[in-house]
Antibody, heavy 123, light 107 residues
Framework: QVQLVQSGAEVRKPGSSVKVSCKAS????????VGWVRQAPGQGLEWMGG????????IYAQEFQGRVTITADESTGTAYMELSSLRSQDTAVYYC????????????????WGQGTLVTVSS | DIQMTQSPSSLSASVGDRVTITCQAS??????LNWYQQKSGKAPKLLIY???NLGTGVPSRFSGGGSGTHFTLTISSLQPEDIATYYC?????????FGGGTKVEIK
């Protein structure tokens, strides 16, 4: 059974950065894609980007280009999402999720999800 | 970007009712459409993939249909545990985009 376990809640000041981790177990981490989706309080779901660990190249939504970096460490089965230049509008729950595809475009369904990491940006 | 429009944004129905949620894509996305259920305070759960395929462990009262630009999610007999917000998501092209959600409540 695939499980994705994310790091704990974070509080950051505007202008700083945050790095959220997502550790996979119970499956073949490297062979499939990992995507990142965020959800602001009371709002819908927003795709940020994704990566296939075995390829190592990430794809990002245009909205986050230049501010987000998605990486993966095959040796530990962990994916990371780092968001910089934080503003109050970045306050949200950030989810990692597996996409069962080997396509570098990381398109498909999110079949397993992490529990979510709340990132609060406040001065 | 492909816009996904869900309707209604919320609905209230009785236990045992048949419930249908629609999702309209701004461009033809073939069958590249998924549905998720999100209960309060929880991560989303995959219900339907490729427009009509049931996710692992999902009850058979859930079904998906449609292709091109018009899609539906149907709950054949609403149960109390189906209280949640439902989202559609397209993966025909990047960026992946979600509908705005449909909140389902019990009358």
């Amino acid at each position: 059974q695939v499980q994705l376990v994310q790091s704990g809640a974070e509080v950051r000041k505007p202008g700083s950065s945050v790095k959220v981790s997502c550790k996979a177990s119970g499956g073949t981490f490297s062979s499939y894609a990992v995507g990142w989706v965020r959800q602001a309080p009371g709002q819908g779901l927003e795709w940020m980007g994704g990566i296939i660990p075995v390829f190592g190249t990430a794809i990002y939504a245009q909205e986050f280009q230049g501010r987000v970096t998605i990486t993966a460490d095959e040796s530990t089965g962990t994916a990371y999402m780092e968001l910089s230049s934080l503003r109050s509008q970045d306050t949200a729950v950030y989810y990692c999720a597996r996409v069962p595809t080997r396509s570098p475009t990381v398109r498909g369904q999110f079949d397993y999800w992490g529990q979510g990491t709340l990132v609060t940006v406040s001065s | 970007d492909i816009q996904m429009t869900q309707s209604p944004s919320s609905l209230s129905a009785s236990v045992g009712d048949r419930v249908t949620i629609t999702c309209q894509a701004s461009l033809d996305i073939s069958n590249s459409l998924n549905w998720y259920q999100q209960k309060s305070g929880k991560a989303p759960k995959l219900l339907i993939y490729d427009a009509s395929n049931l996710g692992t462990g999902v009850p058979s009262r859930f079904s998906g249909g449609g292709s091109g630009t018009h899609f539906t999610l149907t709950i054949s007999s609403l149960q109390p545990e189906d209280i949640a917000t439902y989202y559609c998501q397209q993966y025909e092209s990047l960026p992946l985009t979600f509908g705005g959600g449909t909140k389902v409540e019990i009358k």
